[in-house]
């Protein structure tokens, strides 16, 4: 069988990122540029500026990322672009420069979910087994997801209001610690101890998760505090977040293998580089004779080699679109 190189694009967010992945498993070569210290200087990604620097940006990445593969498109098989969810500014960027692309060099063009990529950037890591469970933890989403078999994707559990990243970085943002928070407050949380006395976030029998009540907790303590004249540790404070965090996630996380008798889990998302849901995982992985498959670092925040990589599982499935795809700020896991 010949190879498949899928050329993906990434740029729903604050990241424009290409790729090149060989079969779904093996990474050619990946740009990755982020806008992240534009966006610090106002605590937040500012969806205008974003879409802005990706039109900048796309064509130079697109280029960079052939030069580094030292391939052209001519060796490239099909295209695969994220189309959602995501900022709608951002995502068309992306899905007008794969598009373009398709039609001028007559490439199949493959849609993929900003999700699907998170999930499928452990194929790079080892090739996925089914079924499994996916623990998915970004800045937009919080989801317990069954999958019987490839692109077999069945929701368990979802938050109910905010994302478990969206809540670190607003976590962060009210110790004043910078943007973006969630790796700042997993860092600060070991030089602190579980002191504050904070709730653990809808500990029931779902598998659903509610992490605005914490946040709410993180944000009246240090109001309280700051009004008594006291100071806030926020070693401590991070310390005492992480660890409800940690504990409701992997708590529903392993409920959820053992009552759908699942030996496969995955972790996908932004959050899925925090060390304190890494390590939780891979202690009761290992009690419970789990295979657990996190993604290195550089796989775990956006980059295109995940888009590339689940692309490359939908293009074997047959999943194309037309060269008028369009962008969905918002859409479901399919
Ligand atoms: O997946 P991602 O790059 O973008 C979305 O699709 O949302 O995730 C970004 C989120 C941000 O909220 C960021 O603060 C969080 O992931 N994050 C972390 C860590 N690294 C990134 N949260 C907690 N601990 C980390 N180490
Ligand atoms: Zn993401």
């Known amino acids: 069988m010949n190879d498949v190189y899928i050329l993906g694009i990434e740029s729903s967010c604050d990241e424009t990122s290409v790729s090149i992945v060989k079969n779904g498993c093996e990474e ?11 966006h ?3 605590g937040g990604v500012v969806p205008e500026i974003a879409s802005r620097m990706h039109v900048e ?14 391939m052209t498109m001519d060796e490239i098989t099909a295209i695969a672009v994220t189309y959602g969810p995501g900022l709608i500014g951002s995502l068309l960027i992306g899905v007008v420069a794969a598009s373009t692309l398709a039609y001028i060099f007559h490439k199949p063009l493959v849609p993929v979910h900003h999700i699907a990529g998170h999930i499928y950037a452990n194929n790079l890591e080892k090739k996925m087994e089914f079924p499994l469970i996916a623990l998915v933890v970004s800045g937009g989403h919080t989801d317990l997801i069954y999958m019987k078999d490839n692109y077999c994707f069945s929701k368990i559990g979802g938050t109910l209001d905010d994302a478990v990243g969206e809540a670190y970085d607003k976590v962060a943002r009210v110790a004043s610690i910078p943007y973006p ?6 860092k600060l949380s070991y ?8 709730p653990l976030p809808l500990d029931d029998d779902s598998y659903n998760f509610s992490f605005s009540g914490l946040k ?14 006291n100071t806030v540790n926020k070693a401590d404070l991070a310390c005492s977040f992480q660890s409800r965090v940690v504990e409701i996630l992997t708590k529903k ?6 009552e759908y008798d699942v030996k496969n889990l995955i972790v996908a998302g932004g959050v899925a580089a925090n060390s304190g849901i890494r390590n939780r995982l891979k202690e009761l992985c290992q009690e419970q004779s789990v295979n657990l498959t996190v993604p290195s670092l ?21 999943r194309r679109a037309g060269y008028d795809l369009k962008a969905l700020a918002t859409t479901k896991l399919n």
């Open 28 to 38: 050619i070569a990946t740009v990755v540029l982020s806008q992240i210290d534009t």
């Open 40 to 42: 610090a200087n106002y």
């Open 57 to 70: 940006n796309i064509t130079i990445v697109v280029e960079e990322c052939l030069s580094r593969a030292q």
């Open 181 to 186: 928070g969630g790796p700042l407050v997993d």
């Open 191 to 198: 030089e602190g101890v579980d002191a504050y006395p904070l």
């Open 216 to 229: 709410s907790a993180v944000i009246n303590l240090v109001h309280n505090e700051e009004q008594r004249g």
């Open 253 to 258: 996380t392993m409920r959820a293998l053992k």
């Open 298 to 318: 550089k796989y775990c925040t956006d980059n295109a080699a995940m888009i590339a990589t689940a692309g490359y599982f939908a293009y074997n499935l047959g």
